[in-house]
């Protein structure tokens, strides 16, 4: 039998490393992650179906009303959502899919799936994360101080996740991240099936 | 500050491998086992305060009233307990421990500490534990039948357990729960202090 993969989503404050993180993890190890879909119109480069599902309003809304998505928002006039489809395939032919997700959506697709492991990506410390926003020269100190009071107010979330992980070094946290995903697999919820058939092995000495 | 060690129960069916597995992560990577107690007499070679805490019956009895261990039980006229001691000045001086416990004793702990994580080893089938003891050579096929039964009996309580390990290869299975111990670092009740500090952290930008 096809062992199935496990479903994790990874959140963290902005500038803690987790877009590079995940990229890492996809390239190193084969993880697959989910692909949203969104109602805004492609941009340059953009592959349906690769970057993004691209669908009209109506086609998003006819998502939401037939339950297709597992979670969705409305940014800016347009909607993002996950659509279930392409997670249930992966995981059904055994791949490890992980969603990279904020911590509202997050915590909302836990409440409707359980079996999905919430891990949580943390600086060593706030003058860290502000150093780390810094050092990367895409933003001006106004820009900078609002993403640090936005993490401040997002981290009552943090005790909600299932596992917290320390990026203090890139390299390490991957490696950790990695095995944390493997070592999910033997998680109650995920061997529901090897519990069941040792159950069904051991009727005939009962 | 130092880093707290955790604390973690292997349990399994007879015949698993969780002695070995257990001997080997202690003699690779440096987990502690805790030590019992026990009223029994010192056999030949044991070591008090390194094969057991040899304890007279009143003073076993004295630490059941004074709430000084994890567990006890009584086997055959003799006590045999968990001393918390022991198992929490390992934990402070940031090693990790590992108790060898059976189930329901696993399960009356696990009540009591929530902290604990509880590690199931299973075989692949029946028939592979069967196998194992028949080529371990040491019992009769009576008893063989009768340890092959009481797992049947045991196996209501793998459910129970945080995490369920399959022991096929015995070389993968110790470097799995390497891996999955270091994992279970993470977990979120492994983490209130980094939680915490975080929280205060960013206590000025709220």
């Known amino acids: 039998?096809?062992?199935?993969?496990?479903?994790?989503?990874?959140?963290?404050?902005?500038?803690?490393?987790?877009?590079?993180?995940?990229?890492?993890?996809?390239?190193?190890?084969?993880?697959?992650?989910?692909?949203?879909?969104?109602?805004?119109?492609p941009r340059e480069g953009e592959v349906d179906g690769k970057s993004y599902f691209f669908k009209t309003q109506e086609e998003f809304e006819q998502m939401i009303k037939k339950d297709e998505l597992m979670e969705y928002a409305q940014y800016v006039d347009h909607y993002y959502g996950t659509p279930k489809k392409y997670v249930m395939e992966q995981?059904?032919?055994?791949?490890?899919v992980l969603l990279e997700i904020e911590m509202q959506g997050a915590l909302k697709i836990k409440e409707k799936f359980p079996e999905v492991s919430l891990i949580f990506i943390t600086p060593p410390s706030v003058e860290e994360l502000k150093n780390r926003l810094i050092n990367r020269g895409t933003e001006t100190m106004e820009v900078i101080e609002k993403r640090v009071k936005r993490a401040a107010q997002e981290c009552v979330y943090m005790q909600e996740y299932n596992y917290i992980v320390e990026n203090d070094s890139l390299e390490v946290c991957i490696e950790q991240i990695h095995a944390l995903l493997q070592s999910i697999h033997f998680e109650n919820k995920n061997q529901k099936n090897l519990i069941e058939n040792i159950r069904k092995d051991f009727d005939q000495y009962r």
Chains 1, 2 share one sequence.
């Open 91 to 96: 995981l059904e032919q055994g791949n490890d």
């Open 1 to 41: 039998m096809n062992k199935k993969g496990i479903i994790a989503i990874i959140s963290g404050f902005s500038g803690v490393g987790k877009g590079t993180i995940v990229k890492e993890l996809v390239n190193r190890y084969g993880y697959v992650v989910s692909i949203s879909a969104t109602t805004r119109k």
